[in-house]
């Protein structure tokens, strides 16, 4: 394994290892880190790790740590510890099987959301269980027939994008966590737009008119990768503005989202506090979620294995262990 290696977001690589990155003791969670959000405070570092992907290198070296109940996580920074890369360069195919790669077989990703109404404040946190698309096609979006992986085509199911067995369960995990002092909504609707800047005016108000309820730059392509890496994936979105429908009000800018970013960080690390010992345990293995995202892929696969490239299988069982030789 090569950790010094450049990242390069569709690399003919070959300088991986198949070997588990991770040979202690099982991490099932891991934790994807947006906006003000670099590190998981108050748990054990135990080690760092900066595995080689057939996609190239993470966003971030991994962290892994362990809660004060023993319970060992991987933590990753979405937009690397300085925030050096912007959400269209994500290196999203990496991020996903490095995690999938140590183990981990559900994903906590945490974004910073405008907001497309009313009742979420800024300081809202919001469990989505829906995503409108306005990516622009510029992000790889698949495991699947691009890059070494031609030639194999593959659609997985992506009508729920949300892992619906954990969704209501970290929806009500993050409540308990708050308390009264924070608002959390569930079942809402996020709008993935493509960055960097913010949208206009009349943007805002269409999504509004299409059901959108927050907006975000970065869960797309994330969730359909980890559903392709049959990841069990939630996502914890905190509200920093009201973008920019509000006609009495300025558009957005990045001075008013940073003003709600330290009582967001703060809650954030709260809510990990206590959600990812009960989460650990929400995909151990006869747990329904682990159950049904483990192997889901293999009914999306189209080509047959013998009509596919020996590269694309090769690095393919690299997220899909059981993929065929
Ligand atoms: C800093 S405002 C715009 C930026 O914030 C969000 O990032 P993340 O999802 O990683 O918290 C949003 O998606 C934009 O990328
Ligand atoms: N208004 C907004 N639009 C897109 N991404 C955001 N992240 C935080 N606020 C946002």
Not at 79 to 97: D, F, M
Not at 181 to 192: A, N
């Amino acid at each position: 394994m090569s950790a010094s290696a450049p990242y390069a977001p569709n690399a003919p690589n070959l300088d991986f290892d198949h070997a588990p990155s991770w040979t202690g003791p099982p991490i099932h969670v891991g934790v994807i880190g947006g906006s003000g959000l670099y590190k998981l405070e108050g748990l054990d570092v135990i080690t760092e790790v900066n595995p080689m992907t057939p996609w190239g290198h993470a966003s971030s070296p991994i962290t892994v740590a362990k809660t004060p109940a023993g319970t060992h996580v991987a933590f990753l920074a979405r937009h690397g510890l300085t925030h050096s890369l912007s959400p269209s360069s994500v290196p999203s195919l990496a991020n996903i099987a490095a995690l999938k790669h140590l183990g981990v077989r559900c994903i906590l990703a945490f974004s910073a959301v405008g907001s497309l109404r009313e009742e979420i404040a800024p300081k809202d946190f919001v469990v989505p269980s829906q995503i409108i698309d306005r990516t622009k096609g510029i992000r790889r979006a698949t495991f699947f027939g691009e890059g070494n992986q031609n030639g194999v085509v593959a659609h997985a199911t992506f009508g729920d994008p949300f892992d619906e067995i954990l969704r209501p369960v970290v929806e009500k995990l993050t409540r308990q966590a708050l308390g009264p002092d924070v608002k959390v909504h569930g079942r809402k609707t996020l709008v993935c737009m493509e960055g960097p800047s913010f949208s206009t005016r009349a943007e805002s108000i269409m999504y509004r008119a299409w059901g959108g309820d927050v907006i975000n730059m970065s869960t797309l392509p994330e969730a359909k990768l980890a559903r392709e890496a049959e990841l069990s994936y939630v996502l914890i979105a905190t509200s920093t503005d009201y973008d920019a429908w509000r006609e009495t009000s300025a558009a957005v800018d990045v001075s008013e989202v940073i003003k709600s970013f330290q009582a967001n960080v703060a809650n954030s690390q709260k809510v990990l506090k206590t959600i990812l010992d009960p989460l650990h345990d929400l995909v151990g293995d006869d747990a329904e979620a682990f159950k049904k995202a483990q192997g889901s892929m293999k009914f999306s696969v189209m080509t047959k294995p013998e009509n596919v490239p020996t590269i694309a299988k090769d690095s393919l069982r690299f997220i899909l262990p059981w993929y065929p030789q």
